[in-house]
């Protein structure tokens, strides 16, 4: 059993930031990629960023240059620094795991979400 934990998301002024973070815990042997999804009303969930193992980044264009993805492999837990932010950034950030267990199968693990909301 794995469980995801997110936390950081809030209302937020446009132009200002916000840092989430994502824990997962439980019977984790190692985790591969993780990733932030977001999922605005009335929209489909989109990724706004990867981190794999080693450290390897991917963004959505939309978050380019403004977010930054980091993770702490000892404490299996990732972040999203999220600066200059605007209207069209609030949604609902999801974190996602790809989670090698220690039952031996590779699982992928949401968590429940944070909303982040950007508004004056």
């Known amino acids: 059993q794995v469980q995801i934990e997110e936390s950081g998301g809030g209302l937020v002024q446009p132009g200002g930031s916000l840092r989430l973070s994502c824990t997962a815990s439980g019977s984790i042997d190692s985790i591969y990629f993780m990733s932030w999804f977001r999922q605005a009303p009335g929209k489909r969930r989109e990724m706004v960023a990867t981190i794999s193992s080693s450290g390897i980044t991917n963004y959505a264009d939309s978050a380019k240059g403004r977010f930054n993805i980091s993770r702490d492999n000892a404490k299996n837990t990732m972040y999203l620094q999220m600066n200059t932010l605007n209207p069209e950034d609030s949604a609902v950030y999801y974190c996602?795991?790809?989670?090698?267990?220690?039952?031996?199968?590779?699982?992928?693990?949401w968590g429940q979400g944070t909303q982040v909301t950007v508004s004056s």
């Open positions: 996602n795991c790809n989670v090698r267990t220690t039952m031996g199968p590779s699982l992928t693990y």
